[in-house]
Antibody, heavy 118, light 106 residues
């Protein structure tokens, strides 16, 4: 069974930085575009960022543009999200999700929790 | 920015048919997807490309998309279908989710 496993979440002070990781298994990771999607406690889903199969194309939500950087290492079947200048409103569970041929989010990880608080 | 609107809640009796709507400007001109999320779990895609069911999703789930509205329909609703449902579409290289609809099976 295909699996995505996020890690790297935790408690960070406002203004701090953190890097999330997403490890893929049992898929040819390099064949998939990948996204980060977050969900604040008790709230809905919010798309954060997209990266194409080779990493050439990267897109960001306006709320994180200039602060977050998405990257991938296909040799390690891994996706990353470098988060800088963190704010309280970034507090959420962060999911990685692969993109299907029509860029729907077809496989989701279990999520990793980020809390931004002093 | 592009927005997708969903009713906050919908209820249905077991065995009945329920529809959840998702509204956005010219939504019918782009693909809509739907995700089911149960408490404490990750979302699961139930419909993509407006009306396609991924492998393993029961046939009672169906979708349509035309004009400004995409619709998720669950026929013969079961208690296990009680969950939050989110619609999603892409707009100019940005993905957008609807606010979500809580489906209650009474």
């Amino acid at each position: 069974e295909v699996q995505l496993l996020e890690s790297g979440g935790g408690l960070v002070q406002p203004g701090g930085s953190l890097r999330l990781s997403c490890a893929a298994s049992r898929i040819t990771f390099s064949n998939y575009s990948v996204n980060w999607v977050r969900q604040a406690p008790g709230k809905g889903l919010e798309w954060v960022s997209f990266i194409s199969t080779s990493g050439t194309y990267k897109y960001y939500a306006d709320s994180v543009k200039g602060r977050f950087t998405i990257s991938r290492d296909n040799s390690k079947n891994s996706l990353y999200l470098q988060m800088d200048s963190l704010r309280a409103e970034d507090t959420a569970v962060y999911f990685c999700a692969t993109g299907s041929i029509d860029h729907a989010f077809d496989i989701w990880g279990q999520g990793t929790m980020l809390t931004v608080s002093s | 920015s592009y927005e997708l609107a969903q009713p906050p809640s919908v209820s249905v009796s077991p065995g009945q048919t329920v529809s959840i709507t998702c509204s956005g400007f010219k939504l019918g001109d782009r693909y809509a997807s739907w995700y089911q999320q149960k408490p404490g779990q990750s979302p699961v895609m139930v419909i993509h490309q407006d009306n396609k069911r991924p492998s393993g999703i029961p046939e009672r789930f169906s979708g349509s998309n035309s004009g400004n509205t995409a619709t998720l329909t669950i026929s013969g609703t079961q208690a296990m279908d009680e969950a939050d449902y989110f619609c999603q579409a892409w707009d100019r290289s940005m993905a957008v989710f609807g606010g979500g609809t809580k489906l209650t099976v009474l």
